[in-house]
């Protein structure tokens, strides 16, 4: 027999504006884990929509890079130090990976905000793991998927037309 535990969806142009609704149940403090790109476009977002249930927001962090164990302990440790209730993963797919990662080891509930369209990390219950430098190391399988998936259909428009296309980019296809 099989089990699959599906997430919750949000989807829409501005739809990231409801994020306070989505974060209500899951505590009154979030640590923001991403892309430096993605969180330069959401951050002002996040603060705004956060601030309307006042939920503070410990810190906005780069994920690192990578997808790798190192990136996750470090990360582990922040979130713990800083006393978050919940994580929010902002970027494309290792970014969200590593988000999903820290949730997985920390407990803490996560949601995701794909700022691309070609990944499926935001849904999965799964981490791609790399090393530090970039080479592959494991799959990462995790007991729960993130508790929601928002997805705000005017910052993924914006994203550049390479990051449409889901795997790796070839310039011969477009």
């Known amino acids: 027999m099989y089990t699959i535990k599906l997430p919750q969806y949000s989807i ?3 739809s990231i504006q409801n994020l ?3 974060c209500m149940g899951h505590g009154k403090k979030g640590l923001v884990i991403g892309g430096k790109t993605a969180l330069e476009k959401t951050e ?10 006042n939920i503070e927001i410990a810190d906005f962090i780069w994920y690192g890079g990578e997808c790798s164990f190192n990136n996750i302990e470090m990360l582990k440790e922040k979130a713990e130090s800083l006393n978050v209730n919940m ?6 797919g290792k970014a969200l990976d590593t988000t999903k990662a820290v949730g997985e080891k920390t407990g803490l509930p996560v949601i995701t905000v794909p700022t691309i369209a070609s990944t499926c990390a935001a849904t999965t219950m799964l981490s791609v793991i790399y090393e530090d430098k970039g080479d592959f190391n494991s799959i990462y399988l995790l007991n729960n998927p993130p508790v929601h998936i928002l997805i705000d259909t ?6 550049p037309t390479k990051y449409l296309w889901a795997g790796r980019y070839n310039s011969k296809i477009l």
């Not at 002002?44 to 249930?53: A, P, W």
């Open 87 to 92: 994580l929010i993963g902002v970027g494309g």
């Open 154 to 159: 005017e910052i993924s428009a914006k994203s």
């Open 44 to 53: 002002e977002n996040i603060k705004d929509s956060l601030q309307k249930i």
């Open 12 to 14: 829409g142009k501005g």
């Open 20 to 22: 306070s609704d989505i």
